[in-house]
């Protein structure tokens, strides 16, 4: 529209309105570049946008005026207890756990206070969404579910730019990184960079369960491709198409992102390592533990939570650790890592060796059991556990052979403790230990229906994943769950609270200590070796504290002075997720 020849349109003004068009983005046609601005003030329809501080319907009306928030939300005002009560409602009706699961994400990227909130509030219907054996499928499916980042992605093409990329993460106080590059995904196999659910999942616990901020939980997936073709195949997947990179590729990679984190957040940030495959684990742990905070949740969480239940069951089973002898299937991370806890926990507490404890222990993997014979064909962190015995090639034979009085499974194949296997525990056993920790529930060696039916009730059962509990002639068994979640967020926060700058192997039996106490007469008359996750930051605080006392006892911890009351200092550092007030 012209008027005197001239446009009556103001050049300046957005299309269609009047308000003016500062930054271009109107009038930009699609091959313009833009720049784009946001509002640094967090109020108005920012607020609303921003998951740290938005409180949806629990804005008071006050908030309301001051904030800017007035016809932005409709005028009623909820209690957080009100929002709780009508998501857990909505979470309930969904069918599939795979849609709990995104219903949960969603939430924590609107409300975090709320997710949180919930999380703590009922943390056993809500622990096998967020994290296994729900998150397993939610790995699989990662590049379908995807909608937003959630963590940090570092892959072959930032080599050399690592330091740039930690500095785009928003928070610049972070304590606790939990990293992994998707090679061993649960019992799932390789997949690639959609493991960045493991890492999200885990730092949603340390927060939900230990009570680190979330402000100071990083999620880290390192990308160096992967070798899952079904992957690579994928239109959807979200990572690199190519092969694995290995060898000085890989290892300078992952030098560099370890230089890095200590650059950027220094000598006290945890660096937690999650689901990388064996060959990797060992090294990268061997490597980095006398230089940085590292902690491996494979072989040291699962090994100090296995550790703690074990403890707990001398209740039951009567003796000491060093009166028991141990069979494991599976000899990888998780295997060898409990299988050394073991040991060290015999030796501190009886006068042998650690070498002589070894001989407790025995372990089979896929060729059959370790024995003295196959030592020069093993890797090396199987070899400490050749001992001299004739070759046995199945686990039957095995455990005909050790007459274990405990059998553990750490070997990632679901029903391999078959009937003929159990019944054989059972019968030089009056108490047969069986722990069948594989994840997820469908890789378990075996459920806690079978354990408890093939040995007429008389076993102490635990898994990974949870059991519901089962009835057997008329008692109710409630089946242990040897969950890392137990440890790895009271160790994290213990070791965060004490300004610790390494992990050392006596945190950990601390860790064991302090989770295996908590076991009450109540819960060992239901048969249970852990204690309800119902009470897990009670649990936590206990845990951080003796893991605190261990640091300062060691003389690795930094936060100084001491506190008297560890307990109670660990339980005032806790973050809560109560909405805060605005001003």
């Not at 102490?460 to 008329?474: A, H, L, R």
Request: proline share 4%; glycine share 8%; hydrophobic share 40%.
């Amino acid at each position: 529209m012209e008027k005197n020849g001239e446009s009556v349109v103001d050049p300046n003004s957005a299309i269609g309105g009047g308000v003016d068009d500062v930054y271009g983005e109107d009038r930009a046609s699609e091959d313009q570049l833009i720049t784009p601005w946001t509002v640094s003030v967090a109020s108005g329809y920012t607020l609303l946008r921003d998951p740290h501080h938005n409180k949806g319907l629990a804005f008071t009306e006050r908030e309301r005026d001051s904030h800017y928030l007035r016809g932005l939300l409709p005028p009623a005002v909820a209690t957080q207890e009100l929002q709780e009560k009508k998501l857990m409602q909505n979470i309930r009706s969904y069918e599939v756990p795979l849609h709990k699961y995104v219903a949960m994400m969603e939430l924590e990227e609107r409300n975090e206070r709320l997710f949180y909130k919930l999380l703590i509030d009922n943390v056993e219907e809500l622990l096998p969404v967020v994290y296994t054996p729900t998150v397993g499928e939610a790995c699989q499916k990662y590049g379908s579910i995807f909608k937003r980042p959630q963590g940090l992605y570092i892959s072959l093409k930032e080599k050399g730019k690592i330091l740039e990329v930690l500095r785009n993460w928003p928070e610049r106080n972070i304590q606790v990184i939990v990293v992994t590059d998707g090679e061993r995904i649960l019992g799932l196999g390789d997949l690639g960079c959609q493991g960045m659910g493991i890492p999200v999942g885990k730092l949603a616990l340390y927060t939900a369960l230990g009570g680190v901020r979330p402000s100071a939980c990083l999620p880290v997936t390192i990308d160096v491709g992967t070798n899952n073709q079904k992957l690579l195949d994928d239109e959807f997947y979200i990572g690199l198409r190519q092969k694995r990179a290995t060898g000085k590729e890989y290892y300078d990679l992952l030098e560099e992102f370890m230089s890095a984190v200590k650059q950027n957040y220094g000598e006290k940030v945890l660096v937690q390592f999650e689901d990388f495959a064996n060959h990797n684990a060992f090294e990268l742990l061997a490597k980095y533990r006398t230089s940085h905070l590292v902690f491996n949740d494979d072989i040291q969480g699962t090994a100090s939570v296995v550790l703690a239940g074990l403890v707990a069951s001398l209740k039951l089973l009567g003796g000491s650790l060093a009166d028991h002898t141990f069979l494991f299937l599976g000899a990888g991370e998780a295997g060898t890592g409990i299988a050394e806890l073991i040991a060290l926990e015999i030796s501190t507490k009886t006068s042998i060796s650690v070498e002589e404890a070894r001989k407790k222990i025995w372990l089979v993997d896929s060729k059959g059991l370790i024995v003295s014979s196959r030592k020069g064909s093993l890797q090396h962190f199987k070899q400490p556990w050749a001992h001299e015995h004739e070759s046995v090639s199945t686990l039957l034979d095995a455990v005909k052979a050790i007459k274990p009085s405990v059998l553990i499974g750490t070997s990632g194949v679901g029903q391999t403790f078959t009937k003929e296997v159990v019944e054989a525990m059972a019968a030089f056993n009056e108490r047969p230990l069986i722990m069948a920790l594989s994840n997820p529930t469908s890789q378990a060696e075996c459920t806690a229906e079978q354990a408890y039916t093939w040995t007429e009730g008389r076993a102490i059962f635990s898994s990974g994943s949870p059991f519901d509990p089962y009835e057997y002639n008329g008692n109710l068994f409630i089946p242990g769950q040897a969950n890392n979640a137990y440890i790895f967020p009271g160790l994290g926060f213990g070791l965060v609270i004490s300004g610790a700058i390494r992990v050392h192997d006596e945190m950990l039996l601390a860790a064991s200590e302090a989770l295996a106490n908590q076991v009450t007469q109540e819960h060992y008359d239901k048969g249970m070796i852990y204690p309800p996750l119902t009470n897990i930051r009670k649990i936590s605080a206990h845990i951080a504290a003796n893991v605190a006392a261990k640091a300062y006892d060691l003389g690795l911890a930094t936060r100084l002075p001491r506190p008297t009351d560890l307990v109670k200092y660990a339980e005032s550092c806790m973050y809560t997720p109560n909405y805060r007030t605005y001003r």
